[in-house]
């Protein structure tokens, strides 16, 4: 019993291909099920995000399974000169090459934690389609245990790598807890809407919103479960509100230093944040200079993002350290699968193997 | 003046200021964290380390409360001094060296939860006026060891 893993991603293949070659998981449920005699495979789970799409293949007959895959891929690409644009790995290089992937250091954003879910939900496809045989079984499930490892023991994972979750991460900087908080949203953009996402999932309190149609505030608000402001209203009720996103259209600053000293005043010193995510700015530069007043535009957050990922981009080796170790000990559990000899992976890993004596 | 009292306030007066001092200590250091981190969020540039800090918030309200239980053992511990001084020296306050810097010590922490708490000042401000108070408080603590007629007990001129 072999394996091996066929496939493209964001770095050897152009989007267009990637588009044709990615799966739903409506699709999957019905083109999986036939698939192994197709390809002369035992075992096989299709892996499809938008950044990859991979197959891992078991099989008794690796020579035919490699020209099978090659032609499936190949009939579904639409793509002339295919090959140079494939990599194809086996035995142990697979096993390592997909510890890699659920790690996130094969990803667009080395460390990010989408893709652990992506390979738990392309297992969980092949398991309900029948197509994950024992080796599969093992594997898989070894990968997502090697992808949570690498995330605890090295800081591959460590800061906040999407505007969103950046703005997040600040706000906790200054309030701890969001619990309670209250957020108010300026100019309803999709961004804009996605950070207040994030903020309530951290459970902060309850959300204004307010917009330039009044419609789509109240659209919103429903969203949110929050209350709908008029323009002229918010300036207002910023004195309640702990964060305040701001993304209006507005050609000029609409918040100016005056006018959140003035609000300061009446917040008795409560610290007031304000994401800026309005391109021209909303915010006016000079309110970041008032006390317990900070003021985040994208740059800002954008500069923050780089320096994270640079950090993590120090932690790449220790990471691959853990999965050299992992791959050595999956390759010694295949051998003894082979023989006959099968033995059961201890979690926290065997650093000595003990041997009877 | 009731002798019990006055042995209570000679067992007690320098445990009591030094626990208050340990506080106070505690909160400054606090401070210097707060500082520290208010300044990394105005500079946008966050080190690795304040991501283990806790919050500007919490830092903010845990100087408060070191304030708020440092400053009543403190008064204890003055007064005490007064009671010990009285019985001693003959007068409740002799404006001895160490005991004009206790007072102003005391009236920069007073300061501190004046403002804090009453007017509404939060943060940097009162971070600053936190550490300003133990400067104060280690000035008393030289006072008390080299300067003092009546304290200083390093140089063998403490009376008691």
């Not at chain 1, 045989?133 to 906040?160: A, N, P």
Request: with cysteine; glycine share 6%.
């Amino acid at each position: 019993m072999s394996i091996l893993v066929m496939g493209l991603n964001h770095r050897t293949a152009p989007v267009d291909l990637r588009e044709r070659l990615s799966f739903s998981h409506k699709q999957l449920q019905s083109l999986l099920p036939g698939l192994p005699e197709e390809l002369n495979a035992n075992g096989l789970v299709l892996l499809s995000t938008c950044n990859r799409t991979e197959l891992y293949v078991s099989s008794e007959d690796l020579p035919a399974a490699r020209e099978k895959t090659l032609a499936f891929i190949r009939s579904h690409a639409n793509a002339s000169d295919l090959e140079p644009l494939l990599y194809t790995q086996e035995e142990s290089a697979a096993v390592q090459h997909l510890f890699r992937v659920a790690s996130g250091l094969d990803s667009m954003v080395v460390g990010e934690n989408e893709v652990l879910a992506q390979v738990k939900q392309a297992y969980h496809t092949a398991v309900a389609a029948s197509t994950a045989d024992k080796l599969i079984h093992v594997l898989f499930q070894r990968s997502l245990y090697v992808g949570k490892r690498v995330r605890t023991e090295t800081g591959l994972s460590v800061g906040s790598a999407s505007v969103a979750s950046v703005a997040v991460t600040l706000a906790e900087r200054i309030f701890g807890d969001l619990h309670d908080r209250e957020i108010m949203i300026l100019g309803a953009g999709k961004m804009a809407e996605l950070t207040a996402k994030h903020l309530l999932s951290q459970k902060a309190r309850s959300i204004l919103v307010s917009n330039r149609t009044f419609e789509r505030a109240c659209e919103l608000a429903r969203q949110f479960g929050g209350q709908a402001l008029e323009f002229s209203q918010a300036m207002e009720k910023m004195t309640h509100a702990d964060i305040v996103i701001c993304s209006t259209a507005a050609p000029h600053p609409i918040i100016k230093p005056d006018h959140v000293s003035r609000i300061m005043q009446e917040r008795k010193g409560r610290s007031l944040f304000f994401i800026d995510i309005a391109m021209p700015r909303d915010v006016h530069p000079d309110v970041h200079r008032i006390d317990n007043v900070y003021v985040y535009n994208i740059d800002d957050l954008q500069s923050i993002i780089t320096e994270n990922v640079a950090r993590r981009a120090s932690e790449v080796s220790a990471a691959e350290r853990i999965i050299r170790d992992k791959t050595e000990e999956f390759s010694r559990w295949l051998k003894a699968f082979r023989a006959g000899q099968e033995h059961s992976f201890t979690h926290y890993s065997p650093a000595v193997i003990k041997t009877t004596p | 003046m009731n002798n019990t009292l006055f042995s209570i306030a000679r067992v007690l007066h320098v445990p009591i200021l030094f626990l208050s001092y340990a506080i106070f200590a505690a909160a400054f250091t606090v401070g210097i964290l707060y500082l520290w981190q208010e300044r990394q969020m105005k500079s946008k540039h966050l080190a690795e380390l304040s991501y283990q800090l806790p919050s500007l918030e919490a830092l903010d309200t845990l100087i408060s409360k070191l304030i708020a239980v440092a400053l009543p053992l403190l008064t204890v511990g003055i007064l005490l001094g007064g009671i010990w001084a009285h019985r001693s020296w003959g007068r409740f306050w002799s404006w001895d060296p160490s005991e004009t810097w206790a007072l102003i010590t005391w009236l920069v922490y007073v300061a501190y939860l004046l403002v804090r708490r009453g007017i509404g000042w939060r943060g940097r401000k009162t971070a600053y006026l936190s550490l300003a108070g133990f400067v104060m408080v280690l000035i008393t603590y030289v006072g008390v060891n080299y300067f003092s007629p009546l304290h200083g007990l390093l140089l063998g001129m403490g009376k008691h």
